[in-house]
């Protein structure tokens, strides 16, 4: 391992996991609605499809298609604890640029919001070289979902020409103690006295990407783009292993 | 941890996953119970063909768990093939008590602790309240 590589491994354990791993009740109560793209992607498979849902999070894509099996890893124990409750399908604890899984098995993957949480080049076509490897090379495909630097219609406002490595806040308050309000936005608060919460902030690295980019990274992992677009502040490609039929 | 999900799983580490000693993981130490979950006699009809029939006998004798078929069943044998069911649509079709058992087996069976060893390098990972953990320490990464 040379030292850019174990610089970014620390990097992300200090802006990624740490973070996920703090967040995780207060994130997973955020994050229920799945993306279209996404849900279409999932709801597409044949029935019996095997695959895989790399960086799952609290698991709402576990929600959307019970006739598949999918196989879901995240650093985050909290957030597998919560991803592992969405039968039938299956949760684990695992590093997306070590997974437990044999080459060449799978129908699908999807890796929905993770790709950018790393922190180099390196470090992302390499997961996505390993996404493609746990792939059937005849017709397996994999679903990648980012944040797109290109979002000025958003509340972050960001657009192009702007640095694509930036931290992002996840606000979390403390009520006496207690986990409640956290929000990663500004918002009003009617039941609550602001001045008997304590705010408490997490950076969280993103890697924000250009149009085109994600579609180059799969290219340099060796794989083929099927179809690909932006949809709500992201890109998204659907990519397949490059001797795909 | 279901006993379906082994079927899917190796080493994390680089250097084992291409190693035939790698799978099926072995469990070690394993804490066993039955968690309940929605019968889907088709998921069982349609995930057969990915079990790898052979691994999954070996971890359960491992597991102590004596009912497995020998052979992989045949689709045929999921589905009461009588009379009264004959010319009925394929959801509505009566399955068979094999395809209740192998449903006990793969989804509702559960190692709640223990570890799963790899057979290569001998590596222990964890299972805790029913969830199985993969990260490496740094230095087998």
């Known amino acids: 391992m040379d030292d850019t590589e174990k610089y970014g491994q620390a990097y992300e354990a200090k802006h990624v996991h740490e973070v996920y791993e703090e967040i995780a009740d207060h994130f997973s109560g955020t994050r229920y609605k799945p993306w279209p793209i996404v849900e279409r992607f999932l709801q597409s498979l044949p029935d019996g499809s095997v695959g895989l849902d790399i960086g799952c999070g609290n698991g709402k894509y576990l929600l ?20 592992a409750k969405h039968a039938p399908h299956a949760a684990l604890v695992a590093d997306t640029l070590s997974l437990p899984h044999r080459a060449g098995t799978f129908d699908f993957a999807i890796s929905i919001a993770m790709i950018h949480h790393l922190s180099t080049t390196e470090r992302r076509v390499e997961a996505i070289a390993g996404i493609l490897e746990l792939l059937m090379a005849q017709n397996g495909k994999a679903l990648i979902y980012v944040w797109a630097l290109e979002q000025r219609d958003s509340r972050r406002g960001w657009d192009k020409g702007e640095a694509q490595d930036v931290l992002v806040p996840w606000v979390l308050k403390d009520q006496k103690g207690k986990q409640s309000k956290g929000k990663d936005r500004k918002e009003n608060n009617n039941d609550v006295n602001e001045n008997d919460l304590e705010e408490k ?38 990519a397949a292993p490059a001797n795909h039929d | 941890m279901k006993i379906l999900t082994l079927n899917f799983l190796t080493c994390a580490r680089k250097t084992c996953k291409s190693s035939p000693a790698a799978f099926p993981l072995h469990p070690r130490d394993a804490e066993l119970e039955i ?65 209740r058992d192998l449903h006990n087996l793969l989804l509702e069976t559960t190692i709640q602790s223990g570890k799963l060893v790899c057979g290569n390098c001998g590596h222990e990972y964890a299972i805790k309240e029913g969830i199985a953990n993969f990260l490496l320490p740094s230095h087998m990464v």
């Open chain 1, 64 to 83: 959307v298609n019970r006739d598949v099996f999918i196989i879901a890893s995240d650093r985050s124990s909290n957030l597998v604890r919560i991803a």
């Open chain 2, 35 to 99: 968690v309940e979950t929605e019968f889907n006699a088709l998921f069982i009809q349609n995930i057969l063909p990915r079990v790898e029939w052979d691994a999954l006998k070996g971890l359960c004798t491992e597991l102590g768990l004596t009912n497995v078929p020998p052979e992989a069943p045949e689709p045929k044998e999921l589905f009461d093939t009588s009379i009264k069911s004959a010319g009925i649509d394929e959801k509505e079709k009566e399955p068979t008590q094999l395809t």
């Open chain 1, 201 to 238: 902030v997490y950076q969280r690295y993103y890697h924000l990407f250009r149009e085109g980019e994600l579609e180059d990274n799969i290219v340099a992992a060796g794989g083929t783009v099927l179809e690909s677009g932006y949809e709500k502040d992201n890109w998204w490609a659907i």
